[in-house]
């Protein structure tokens, strides 16, 4: 009987431990399919779960992107993407820590650091894209201004237009009493200042900020008002105002449903400038800088996955989903993929319209940032004459290139990017003059640049 238990006992034992040897074999391969699959060092994350908020436009594909392809979890982040009503609604959220982090304009958090509507602490450690917006007018105002724009051989416009060709349709409206009145999307926004620097570049008055005027209109010759990006289409085609910019696909939308012409792009107004970025407080990357680091990875790489031409035509399917910009795609696909359509059946190749990685699009410039407090000063929403310093101190508090750097790092470590994308920069573009008027912009010398515009407030004061 004794024998009997001995060799059961042993049996036993010998499967338990035959057990536990394919169980820690299985364990093993397990572990080793995980580091074959996963290409990304994992960081002690602070903060796993977050909500992120975006408008719906094209330009928050990074954010669609780095959900839809799992860039968030390789990070090991699980993130919601919600839709907003309008940028107000994206800044109050963020600062009240309803929201984690946004897609944001990028005078946003800029004029929060500065002092111009609500104030924050708010930092931006990646830019979101590069050009994407247009400006359009009504199919009327079009017809008036066709016969005031240069051909080709062929008949056809030659672009860029710029605003003289709407100036004797501004005068003809004044002569008749009426009002000329255009929609942008944010007092902040890269389309308010782009649609004042292509107006004013044709001598025609956009209108004046003061501390006592916040709505901008002060000796304006067109009264410019703030219409959410979605509902531009339909103010356009009610008469409510006579054109607008904004990004995409409202300007393609114009097109598709016929009401109204784009008639210039940002990219003519100001060759790759920055559009958006993705914004979170400062609080929050000081409590979670792993997380901040990590966030900025996975849209880093969304950014390069956007920017392979085989992956728009997926990117546009992505973007047409209703939980983000929610178009059809062939009204995506009008810019997304390499072209633009301005009066119908004008489609021209604009492969630079939508940028996302190229030219160090997701680099947080200092200088982009500095271009931003400009036109702010320039158009009255900084009251008072700041110096050269301000800028540069102001710019960096908000401009936070070092988290983009320690992300762009981990990601050339693990072969997700070549060490070459990362730009040696001290945070300053050089000198250009790629706007649609060959003005130069020289970020540090801001005040002459300010000083250099026939329109706009000048400065006199210490470099």
């Known amino acids: 009987m004794k024998t009997l238990l001995s060799k059961s006992t042993f049996i036993l034992s010998l499967a338990i431990l035959l057990f536990a040897c394919g169980e820690d074999e299985k364990k093993k391969t397990a572990e080793k399919e995980i580091v074959e699959v996963s290409k990304t060092k994992s960081l002690e994350i602070e903060k796993p779960q977050l909500t992120f908020g975006f408008i719906k436009l094209t330009d928050m594909a990074p954010l669609a992107i780095a959900k839809e392809k799992g860039f968030f979890e390789d990070e090991g982040l699980f993130v919601s993407v919600e839709a907003q009503s309008n940028w107000k609604n994206v800044l109050d959220r963020v600062i009240d820590g309803q929201l984690d982090g946004s897609h944001m304009l990028a005078g946003q958090p800029i004029a929060a650091g500065a002092g111009f509507g609500r104030q924050a602490k708010l930092v931006t450690a990646f830019s979101m894209d590069l050009n994407g917006n247009g400006i359009t007018v009504s199919n009327d105002v079009w017809s008036k201004m066709k016969p005031n724009v240069p051909k080709d051989a062929d008949g056809k416009p030659i672009h860029p237009i710029k605003a003289e060709a709407l100036k004797p349709v501004i005068n003809q409206y004044k002569t008749d009493g009426k009002a000329f009145k255009m929609g942008m999307v944010f007092p902040v926004s890269t389309h308010n200042y782009e649609i004042r620097y292509w107006l004013a570049a044709a001598g025609i008055h956009p209108g004046m900020y003061t501390a006592d005027n916040v709505q901008g209109q002060i000796d304006a010759e067109v009264l410019l008002s703030v219409t959410p990006p979605p509902q531009m289409p339909a103010t356009l085609e009610a008469g409510t105002i006579f054109g607008y910019c904004v990004g995409e696909p409202w300007n393609q939308q114009a097109v598709f449903k016929g009401i109204g012409v784009p008639v210039v792009t940002n990219y003519d107004i100001w060759k790759n400038n920055p559009e958006k970025v993705f914004v979170m407080t400062e609080k929050f ?155 130069t912009y020289d970020a540090k010398d801001p005040i002459s640049y300010i000083n250099s515009f026939k329109i706009g407030n000048k400065d006199n004061v210490e470099q």
Do not use: C, H
């Open 285 to 439: 990357v000081e409590e979670n800088p792993n997380t901040a680091i990590a966030v900025t990875k996975a849209l880093i790489r969304a950014g390069k996955w956007l920017d392979e031409p085989s992956n728009r035509a997926e990117a546009v399917k992505i973007l047409s989903m209703s939980q983000y910009v929610g178009a059809d795609e062939a009204v995506l696909a009008n810019s997304m993929t390499g072209t633009f359509e301005f009066e119908k059946g004008d489609k021209r190749e604009m492969p630079d319209f939508n940028v996302f990685y190229k030219y160090n699009a997701t680099y947080p410039f200092y200088s982009d940032g500095i271009w931003f407090l400009t036109q702010m000063r320039r158009w009255g929403q900084i009251p008072e004459a700041k110096s050269a310093d301000w800028y540069a101190k102001t710019i960096k508090n908000i401009y936070r290139p070092d988290i983009w750097k320690k992300a762009a790092t981990l990601l050339v470590e693990e072969g997700n990017i070549p060490a070459t994308d990362v730009p040696e920069t001290d945070g300053y573009k050089p000198a250009t003059s790629d706007f649609i008027d060959g003005t």
